[in-house]
C-alpha cells in the first residue's frame, strides 16, 4: 500500500492493471444481467415454495417480512445516516394504531389505510428528525428513547380513539382479502403473506435505488464526517430530517401491515421499548448499512429466540439467546449480510461499467495499456446500471 | 462574473475580528485574494490561519468585518451553499469519509451540484441517474489524474496519508472551485513527497484555473509557489507582498525567531 503513496503525483499515468484482485464482474453485463435475475427468479420460487406451508409458518414468515420492512426503515437513519434511534417503535406503533384506529372507529378499507399510516409516520419521523440538528450521538438516542417511552402512554391516554390498555381488536370481517384475490376469509393469511411479501419487495428496491444515488452518498457522507459533508455542499440538515421522516414512513408502512398480521393491538404488547431494541438488535445482527441486512437480522430476530429454547428450556434460554447475541456481535460486527460481502469481495468484485480500465479494455481490446501522457476519454456511461 | 477583470479580487476580507470569549483569534484582519493566484498565508501557531478558514467556510461567525467572495457578501451565505459558490477546502487533519471508496469520496465532492434529491433517488429517475453518470466520469478523471486509481474501490480510511492527502484534493477539486483553500495540505508528509505536492499544486492550478488559499507551516512549499503571501500573528496581518519581501520583513522575522532583547 505504501508503494502507492511512493509514486510520484505529478505525471498522470493511467495503467491497464486489473480492477481489483479476484474476478472482476460488470455492473451491467450480461453475466452481472443473468446473475440478477437468477436470484429474483429463486426469492420468487421460494415465495411460491413458501406459500403451500401451513397457515401457521407462512403467519411466522409473514412476521419476518413485517419486521425486516420495519427494520430496513431504521436501516436508513441509524445504518445509513448513522443517526441511532431507540424510538422506532413509536413509527411502528403509530403505523400499526393509525390501520387499527381507522378501520375499527371510522370503517376505511385496510389496504387504503396504509398510505394514511405512510403518511402520518413520515410527518411524525421529520418532528422526531428535527432534535438531530443540534443533539449528537448517545444524546439524540436519549431523545429518541423518549418518544419511544411517550408512545405506548399516549395510546393509553387517548383511551376513546384507540382503545386504551384494553387494547383495539380488528374483527377478522374487517380484514377480508379482496374478492378478487378469490382467497376466503379463513384463508386470509396467505393475502397478508402475498402483501408482506411484495411490499419487502418494494422497498428493498427503493431502499437500494436511493443508496447507491446521490442522495444516498450524501446519507452516508454525514454519518462519516458531518462538517466535512457541509464543507462539500451538503445540506445536513435536509439529509437528517428527510431521511428520519423517509424512516419512519417505512417503519410505519411495517406496523400497519403488523396491524393486519395480528387484528389485536394493545400499547404494551408490541409497541414497547423492547421492539425498539429488537430492530436494532435485528440491524446489528443482520448488517447495518446493508441492504440484504434488515431481511437477516428479521430471521435471526424472529427464529433465534425458538431456536435457543428448543436447545436450552425455561429460563435457561433466554441467556442462551444473549450469549448467542455477545458471540454473533464479537464475531462478526458487521453484521451477517456485511460478513458475507467481506467474504464475497476476495472471490468476485463487482464494478461498474464506468471504470477507465474497463473503458480502455472496451476501446482497444486485447492491447497493451495505452503510453503515459494520454488522457483517458470519458468512459461510456450508457450502460448504468440502475434499476426501474 | 459580469464587469469583473482578472485584477478584482476574487476574496475580499476587511477588517475580520473572531473572539472566543476574552480570547481573541482575530483582530481587523485585511487581505485580497486574486483570481488565479496562490496567495500563502503564515504565521506561527495560533496565529489564527485555521479560524479564517472557518470564517470563510462560514463555521465561525466573524464578531466584525467582511468577506466577500467574486462580488458577493459571503457572511449571507448558510456553510452547505459556499461549496456551490465555488469555495472548496481541504483540512488540517483529513477530513475523509473513512467507509466510503475514495471515488465515492471524490464524487460526493460535487455533493452542491443538483441532483441530490431523495426523491429522484428512491425512484431512481433517468434524468438523475445521466447527471451522476456524468459527475462520475468526471470523478474518474480526477482520480486518474491524481493517481488514486489503484485505490479508487478501496474505503479512504485504510489508505497511507499521503494518499489520502490526494484523495482529499480530488474532492476539493469535484467542485470545480474558483477557490480552493487548503488547510496545512503538507503537514505529516515526507519531504520528497512536500516538493511533489508543491508541483501537483502548481500543474493544477494552471490546469484549473482556481485561486489557492495557502496556509502552511513549510516555509520551502509557501514560498517556492505562492505568488503572493500574507504573514499574521495573534490574530492580525504583519506583513504582505511578494515571498521574497515577506521573508526579509522585520516583523514576519521576529514573530517566528522572537524579537532581539
Redesign the interface.
Known amino acids: ?2 508503494a ?2 511512493d ?4 505525471t ?4 491497464g ?1 486489473p ?2 484482485p479476484g474476478r472482476v464482474l460488470v455492473r451491467g453485463s450480461a453475466a452481472h444481467r443473468g446473475l440478477q435475475v437468477a436470484g429474483l427468479l429463486l426469492v420468487v420460487a421460494l415465495l411460491v415454495w413458501a406459500s403451500t406451508w401451513p397457515l401457521f409458518r407462512m403467519g411466522q414468515l409473514t412476521n419476518v417480512f413485517v419486521l425486516a420492512i420495519a427494520i430496513a426503515g431504521l436501516n436508513l437513519v441509524t445504518g445509513y445516516t448513522g443517526l441511532l434511534s431507540i424510538g422506532h417503535s413509536a413509527f411502528f406503533g403509530l403505523g400499526a394504531y393509525t390501520t387499527g384506529v381507522l378501520v375499527v372507529q371510522y370503517g376505511f378499507d385496510a389496504m387504503l389505510t396504509v398510505p394514511v399510516a405512510i403518511g402520518f409516520c413520515f410527518v411524525a419521523g421529520l418532528l422526531v428528525g428535527l432534535p438531530s440538528l443540534r443533539i449528537h450521538g448517545l444524546y439524540l438516542a436519549l431523545v429518541t428513547l423518549a418518544v419511544g417511552v411517550a408512545f405506548p402512554e399516549l395510546v393509553r391516554r387517548f383511551d376513546d380513539l384507540t382503545g386504551g390498555a384494553a387494547g383495539l381488536v380488528i374483527r377478522a370481517r374487517l380484514l377480508t382479502p379482496p374478492e378478487w384475490t378469490g382467497i376466503s376469509r379463513a384463508q386470509r393469511g396467505i393475502w397478508l403473506f402475498w402483501v408482506s411479501a411484495i411490499a419487502l419487495v418494494l422497498v428493498l428496491l ?1 431502499v437500494r ?2 443508496t ?7 446519507m ?2 454525514v ?3 458531518e ?11 435536509r439529509v437528517k430530517i ?2 428520519f421522516g ?1 424512516s419512519a414512513a417505512i417503519t410505519g408502512l411495517a406496523g400497519a401491515l403488523f396491524a393486519m398480521y395480528v387484528g389485536a393491538l394493545a400499547p404494551d404488547g408490541s409497541f414497547t421499548l423492547l421492539k425498539s431494541i429488537e430492530l436494532v438488535t435485528g440491524l446489528v445482527l443482520g448488517g447495518a ?1 446493508t441492504l440484504l441486512g434488515p431481511v437477516v437480522g428479521a430471521v435471526a430476530v424472529v427464529f433465534l429466540p425458538y431456536l435457543t429454547s428448543l436447545v436450552a428450556p425455561g429460563p435457561v434460554s433466554g441467556i442462551a439467546f444473549g450469549v448467542l447475541l455477545i458471540a454473533l456481535v464479537f464475531l462478526m460486527p458487521e453484521g451477517v449480510v456485511g460478513r458475507a460481502q467481506i467474504a464475497l469481495r476476495r472471490v468476485v ?1 463487482v ?2 461499467a ?4 474497463l473503458a480502455r479494455t472496451a476501446r482497444d481490446p486485447g492491447g497493451p495499456p495505452e503510453p503515459d501522457g494520454q ?2 476519454g ?2 461510456p ?1 450508457t450502460d ?1 446500471d ?3 | 462574473m459580469p464587469g469583473a477583470d482578472a485584477h478584482d479580487p476574487l476574496l475580499e476580507v476587511r477588517g475580520v475580528a473572531v473572539r472566543f470569549g476574552g480570547v481573541t483569534a482575530l483582530r481587523d484582519l485585511s487581505f485580497d485574494v486574486r483570481p488565479g493566484e496562490i496567495c500563502g498565508l503564515i504565521g506561527p501557531n495560533g496565529a489564527g490561519k485555521t479560524t479564517l478558514f472557518n470564517c470563510i ?1 462560514r ?1 465561525y461567525e466573524p464578531a466584525e468585518g467582511s468577506i466577500r467572495f467574486a462580488g458577493r457578501d459571503l457572511l449571507a451565505v448558510p ?6 459558490l465555488g469555495i ?2 481541504t ?1 488540517q487533519n483529513l ?6 471508496t475514495v471515488l ?1 469520496n471524490v ?7 443538483p ?4 426523491v ?5 429517475w433517468p434524468g ?3 447527471r ?6 468526471r470523478a ?2 480526477l ?5 488514486l ?5 478501496l474505503p479512504a480510511a ?6 489520502r492527502k ?1 484523495v482529499e484534493l480530488a ?1 476539493a477539486l469535484m ?1 470545480e472551485p474558483s477557490l480552493l483553500l487548503l488547510d496545512e495540505p503538507a503537514g505529516g508528509l515526507t519531504h520528497a ?1 512536500v516538493d ?2 508543491g ?2 499544486l502548481v ?1 493544477l492550478r494552471d490546469r484549473f484555473g482556481f485561486a489557492a488559499l495557502l496556509v502552511e507551516h513549510h516555509m520551502g512549499l509557501v514560498m517556492g509557489i505562492s505568488d503572493r503571501v500574507v504573514a499574521m500573528d495573534f490574530g492580525r496581518r504583519i506583513a504582505a507582498g511578494s515571498p521574497d519581501e515577506v521573508r526579509r520583513d522585520p516583523a514576519v522575522v521576529a514573530a517566528y525567531l522572537g524579537r532581539a532583547a
Open positions: 500500500m505504501t502507492v503513496a509514486r510520484p503525483t505529478t498522470p499515468a493511467p495503467r492493471r480492477v481489483a427503493l435505488n436511493l447507491r444515488s446521490r442522495a444516498g452518498l450524501a452516508r457522507a454519518r462519516d464526517h462538517l466535512a459533508a457541509a464543507a462539500q455542499g451538503v445540506h445536513v440538515a428527510l431521511t423517509l448499512a468484485t464494478v461498474d464506468d471504470h477507465p480500465a488522457q483517458p470519458p468512459p456511461s448504468e440502475q434499476p426501474r | 467556510t463555521i456553510a452547505h451553499r459556499i461549496a456551490g472548496a477546502r483540512f477530513a475523509l469519509f473513512g467507509s466510503m465515492d464524487l460526493t465532492g460535487a455533493a452542491a451540484q441532483g441530490t434529491g431523495i429522484p433517488g428512491l425512484l431512481a438523475a441517474t445521466r451522476t453518470a456524468a459527475l462520475r466520469a474518474w478523471e482520480v486518474e489524474q491524481l493517481e486509481l489503484d485505490v479508487a474501490l485504510g489508505l497511507p496519508f499521503g494518499t490526494r474532492r467542485a513527497e511533489e505536492l508541483g501537483l500543474a
